[in-house]
């Protein structure tokens, strides 16, 4: 069987990042590999713009940092920080076409003539060309998300149908169930989503968990303990930078 190397791109708020949002990368790499067809050889992590204008949203500098923290523990996930960097927020399909040319440009350089040479590349792209070894060409760059997301996609005037076919036609979709929604379900209601419905990976998350960074931000503010829901070192930068924490606590 002839394998697709992948690489699971997660876009999101992640405000906080929370161990369920790094459980996502791994829950997908064990399903992914375990079908046989594809091999994930990464992950990325691509933090919204600050112009997303989502409701307590915190500065993308912090969110970057929190990331970071967050990330030094694995060896194949890493932050992507280009869509933070744009001058406004950019939608998710920009968002997988610009990781996928950037990889297929370095990923082509490696098994052509032309030696690289430019030390700013990211962390992501040296470990995929770590991983994809010389002459391979066809990494694909598919969107991971968790199924309140993809039902998103039923939001009047929230994503475009021509956005929708591309993520799921050109990169594909690994989802992640999550308590309160049917992705089953929602996919076979959607005439787009059904057509394109072998580019869809569901992966059923057993042991559930029903942490959000909305419930992490309430007990935040409420002063009460989230210990053994983030990253330590997570928790320690939120205090050390008094984030979340609510306007009677600052008094
Ligand atoms: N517990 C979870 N189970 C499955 N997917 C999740 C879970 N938490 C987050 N995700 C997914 O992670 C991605 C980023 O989500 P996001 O940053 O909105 O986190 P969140 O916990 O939903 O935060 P918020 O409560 O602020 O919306 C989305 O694709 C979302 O579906
Ligand atoms: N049309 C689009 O491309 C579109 C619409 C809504 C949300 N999104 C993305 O989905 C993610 C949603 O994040 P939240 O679940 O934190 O709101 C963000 O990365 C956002 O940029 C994309
Ligand atoms: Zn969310």
């Not at 969110?63 to 970071?68: E, Q």
């Not at 997301?149 to 050109?170: A, K, M, V, Y």
Request: with cysteine; proline share 3%.
């Amino acid at each position: 069987m002839t394998q697709t190397k992948v690489i699971l791109l997660a876009c999101g708020s992640f405000n906080p990042p929370t161990f369920m949002h790094l459980r996502m990368f791994e829950l997908a790499r064990d399903h992914l590999n375990r079908l046989g067809r594809y091999q994930v050889i990464g992950g990325i992590m691509s933090p919204v713009h600050d112009n997303y204008g989502k409701k307590e949203l915190i500065s993308s500098t912090h969110r970057v940092a929190l990331l970071r923290l967050a990330l030094q523990d694995s060896d194949w996930i890493f932050l992507s920080d280009w869509e933070v960097n744009q001058s406004s927020w950019v939608r998710t399909r920009q968002v997988l076409q610009y990781h996928q040319n950037k990889l297929n440009m370095h990923t082509s350089e490696l098994s052509g003539n032309k030696r690289h040479i430019d030390n700013d590349v990211p962390a992501w792209i040296h470990h995929a060309q770590k991983h994809c070894g010389s002459g391979n060409m066809g990494v694909r760059v598919k969107l991971l998300c968790g199924a309140d997301l993809l039902e998103s996609f039923g939001t009047p005037g929230l994503w475009s149908d021509q956005d929708i076919e591309s993520l799921i036609g050109d990169h594909g979709l690994a989802v992640i169930t999550r308590s309160g929604s049917d992705p089953y379900r929602f996919i076979y209601e959607s005439d787009i989503l059904s057509k394109y419905q072998n580019n869809i990976d569901i992966i059923t998350e057993w042991i559930t968990n029903e942490v959000s960074s909305t419930k992490i931000r309430r007990s935040l503010r409420r002063g009460e303990s989230v210990k053994y829901l983030l990253p330590v070192e997570v928790i320690d930068y939120i205090k050390n930078n008094s984030l979340y924490s609510s306007i009677i606590d600052k008094q």
